[in-house]
C-alpha cells in the first residue's frame, strides 16, 4: 500500500531571476556539441524529442549509483528515499503545471498513455452508444486513436473540429458540432506538425457551458509555454517528460480530483490497491489507483529535476528566445522561392512545416541530415492534417530555446543546397 507523504508547499523555485545566454546554455546539453558524418549538430527536431541537460544525466545516474530501490513497499533507508524524491517529484510537477493537489498527477509512460488512460477509464464508465466526442483535425494520432478504439467498444461516434487554410480551428464550426449527445472533447493545446497554438482557454469554456470535460494534449505546449492548468480550466492535461528535455517513458496525466475519484482504475496490479482477497480488492488512494506497478521512478525523480532547470531558464526568457528565432526563420524561408510554408496561423510555437517546389520531403530531409542538421519529415502521426492539406508530408524545423539563428543559418544554407540539386 501506498505510504503517507508529507507534500510541501511549494518545489519549484521560480524566483530566481534570469540571464538568458544561449551560448552558455547549450553548454548544459553535451549532445550539442557533438558531430555528425564529421559536421557540428544542428539539432532542429525537438518537437520529436528534446535534448537532455546535464542535470538529467547527474540525475539519472546519482539515482541509480546511490538510491535505486522500489518505492511506496520497503521499509529500508533507500527504498524510503526514493519514494520521498519520487513523491517530491511529484510536488514539482503539481507546481509546473499549478495544479491544486498531487492527488491530480498521475505519473505515466507519456501523452499516449495519459491518453488511452482517459479514454479506457472515463470513456468506458461514461460513454455510450449515439454519444459523440469531439476531437480536432489537428490531433496527434494519440489523439484520435484511442478515441476511435472507445467508439469500437462502445458506439459512440467522433466528430471532428476542421480547420482553414492557415492551419487554424475554425472555432464556430466547434459550437455547431455540439449537441445535446457530446460527452467529450480532446484538442491538441499546440499542434505538432503545424506549430498552431489553439485557443484553449475558449474551448474550455464552450464546452464547460454545456458541462462536457475536456482534456487537452499539452505534449507540445510544456516544452514551450508556461501552463497554468487551473486559469485553462480543462478537466484532463497530458504531458511527456522526453518532450520538455527529460527523460522518455515518463509522462504526466493531469486530472481534477473528483473527475479522477470518479473513475475506475486503468490497469491492476501492485501499488494501485488497498486490500486483495480473491473475493474483492479495494483500491490505493489518488493518485496511486491509477499508478500500477513499479513505475519508472528515476525518469520520474528526473522529470522533476529537469523542471527545476526549465523554470530557472524562465518561460518568460524560453517565449522570447524562441519568438525572436521564428520571427528571423520566417523572413529568410518565406524568401526562398519554391519553398512553401505549411501552417501559417496567427498564433504560432516554434515549428515550421514547409516543402520545396515538388521535392518529396524525404529526399529534403536526407539531404539535410548528410549536412548534420536533424529535421523530421513525413506525416508527423498527424495524417488528417497531411489529408486537409492534399500533401504526402512535410519537412519540419522545430526549435527549443538552446537553438540559435546560427542554426537557422545553416538550415537556409542547407535548403538552398538542396534547391540546387534538383534544379
Ligand atoms: N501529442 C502530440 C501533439 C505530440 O507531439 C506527441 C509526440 N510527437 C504525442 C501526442 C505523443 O507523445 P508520446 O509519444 O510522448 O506519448
Not at 164 to 180: F, H, Q, R, W
Request: charged letters at 25%; hydrophobic letters at 40%.
Amino acid at each position: 500500500m501506498a505510504r503517507a507523504y508529507i507534500v510541501p508547499e511549494k518545489a519549484v523555485d521560480t524566483s530566481i531571476k534570469k540571464i538568458f545566454d544561449v551560448e552558455k546554455i547549450r553548454k548544459d546539453f553535451p549532445i550539442l556539441s557533438t558531430e555528425v558524418y564529421g559536421k557540428p549538430l544542428v539539432y532542429l527536431d525537438n518537437a520529436a524529442t528534446t535534448q537532455k541537460p546535464q542535470c538529467l544525466l547527474d540525475t539519472i545516474e546519482q539515482y541509480y549509483k546511490g538510491i535505486n530501490s522500489n518505492i511506496h513497499r520497503g521499509v529500508h533507508f533507500l527504498s524510503e528515499k526514493a519514494t520521498t524524491n519520487y513523491e517530491e517529484s511529484r510536488v514539482k510537477i503539481r507546481d509546473f503545471l499549478n495544479a491544486k493537489s498531487t492527488n491530480e498527477i498521475i505519473f505515466v509512460r507519456g501523452t499516449t498513455e495519459a491518453i488511452n488512460l482517459v479514454a479506457s477509464s472515463y470513456g468506458n464508465k461514461n460513454i455510450k452508444e449515439g454519444d459523440e466526442i469531439i476531437l480536432s483535425m489537428l490531433e496527434h494520432h494519440s489523439n484520435i486513436v484511442p478515441w476511435q478504439l472507445l467508439c469500437e467498444r462502445t458506439g459512440a461516434k467522433i466528430k471532428v473540429i476542421p480547420i482553414n487554410n492557415k492551419g487554424e480551428l475554425i472555432i464556430e464550426e466547434y459550437e455547431k458540432l455540439i449537441t445535446d449527445r457530446t460527452r467529450f472533447v480532446s484538442v491538441v493545446h499546440i499542434s505538432n506538425s503545424l506549430g498552431t497554438i489553439n485557443p484553449v482557454k475558449k474551448i474550455v469554456r464552450i464546452a464547460h457551458e454545456r458541462n462536457i470535460p475536456v482534456l487537452l494534449d499539452g505534449a507540445q505546449a510544456a516544452p514551450h509555454i508556461k501552463i497554468d492548468i487551473q486559469d485553462i480550466g480543462c478537466d484532463f492535461y497530458a504531458i511527456s517528460g522526453h518532450k520538455v528535455f527529460g527523460p522518455t517513458g515518463v509522462g504526466v496525466l493531469y486530472g481534477k480530483e473528483n473527475l479522477l475519484d470518479s473513475m475506475p482504475p486503468y490497469q491492476g496490479g501492485g501499488d494501485m490497491i488497498e486490500t486483495v482477497t480473491f473475493e474483492k480488492t479495494t483500491y490505493a488512494e489518488l493518485p496511486h489507483k491509477f499508478e500500477a506497478g513499479t513505475p519508472n521512478i528515476a525518469g520520474a525523480i528526473a522529470f522533476g529535476s529537469v523542471l527545476n532547470y526549465v523554470n530557472k531558464i524562465g518561460f518568460d526568457n524560453i517565449l522570447k528566445h524562441e519568438n525572436d528565432l521564428m520571427e528571423y526563420a520566417n523572413e529568410i524561408l518565406d524568401s526562398i522561392d519554391d519553398l512553401r510554408i505549411i501552417g501559417t496561423a496567427k498564433e504560432k510555437s516554434s515549428v515550421i512545416s514547409f516543402l520545396l517546389g515538388d521535392i518529396h520531403p524525404y529526399d529534403t530531409g536526407t539531404i539535410l541530415d548528410r549536412l548534420g542538421i536533424a529535421v523530421r519529415t513525413g506525416i508527423h502521426c498527424t495524417q488528417p492534417v497531411m489529408d486537409r492539406f492534399g500533401i504526402p508530408g512535410t519537412v519540419r524545423a522545430s526549435f527549443a530555446f538552446y537553438n540559435t539563428k546560427y542554426d537557422i543559418d545553416m538550415l537556409v544554407r542547407g535548403i538552398k543546397k538542396v534547391i540546387d540539386m534538383f534544379s
